[in-house]
């Protein structure tokens, strides 16, 4: 089974902190994704990378950036954290074959912005 | 503009009773189509999903879905909801070129 962890379920930091979000899969999964969820939004794309090193913005990149150096994990940093980041994250990945095949997602991360 | 559409924010059924959840896209080709539940708290698990042939799908836990390219629609169903059934659920298209969208989710729940 493919699992995807996420290093924190349950995340407070301040105003202007840098915070980073760590994901982990472990299926030799080639794509991966930082997504925000917030109640009637949905989910929305942050950031996927599809291989090491490589990255591209998602719908709502601002405010965030990105890192994979390693092909199993993914991070997710927010250079300086603020209120309207406070969100659910979730991290997912899949293969990546030129078709587009289902995600596989962590348990989240609740992280709270004061 | 493109988009995944699931109608109802909000679903209330009794425990037995039948369940459908609603979802319409609108790409142009058909696109891969997904459905997922997320559990209070927790990330996103496959239900099931659909690439081609029988647009009949069946998945985990009971689920069905059925594809109708006519009406661009991916309709979720259980015969009998249980329950734990009580969850968000979550349509998704994905595209080629790794593009995945997701409907903006549909409450479930369900009442003894």
């Known amino acids: 089974d493919v699992k995807v962890t996420q290093s924190s379920r349950y995340l407070v930091k301040r105003t202007g902190e840098k915070v980073f979000l760590e994901c982990v899969q472990d299926?030799?999964?080639?794509?991966m994704f930082w997504y925000r969820q917030d109640p009637g939004l949905g989910l929305r794309l942050i950031y996927f990378s599809y291989d090491v090193k490589m990255k591209e913005k998602g719908d709502i990149p601002e405010g965030y950036s990105v890192s994979r150096e390693k092909k199993e994990r993914f991070s997710l940093i927010l250079e300086s954290a603020s209120t309207n980041q406070t969100s659910m994250y979730l991290c997912?990945?899949?293969?990546?074959?030129?078709?587009?095949?289902?995600?596989?997602f962590g348990p989240g991360t609740r992280l709270t912005v004061t | 503009a493109q988009s995944v559409t699931q109608p109802d924010i909000h679903i209330t059924v009794s425990e037995g009773a039948s369940l459908e959840l609603r979802c319409n896209y609108s790409y142009g080709a058909t696109p891969y189509l997904f459905w997922y539940v997320q559990s209070p708290g927790q990330g996103l698990q496959l239900l099931l999903k659909y690439f081609s042939g029988d647009t009949l799908v069946q998945g985990i836990k009971g689920f069905e879905a059925e594809f109708k390219r006519s009406q661009s629609s991916f309709n979720l169903r259980k015969p009998s909801v249980h329950w734990s059934d009580a969850a968000e659920y979550f349509c998704a298209v994905g595209l080629t070129g790794n593009q995945f969208y997701f409907g903006t989710g549909t409450s479930l729940t369900v009442i003894p």
């Open positions: 997912a990945s899949s293969l990546n074959s030129g078709f587009t095949y289902e995600q596989y």
């Open positions: 299926m030799d999964h080639e794509n």
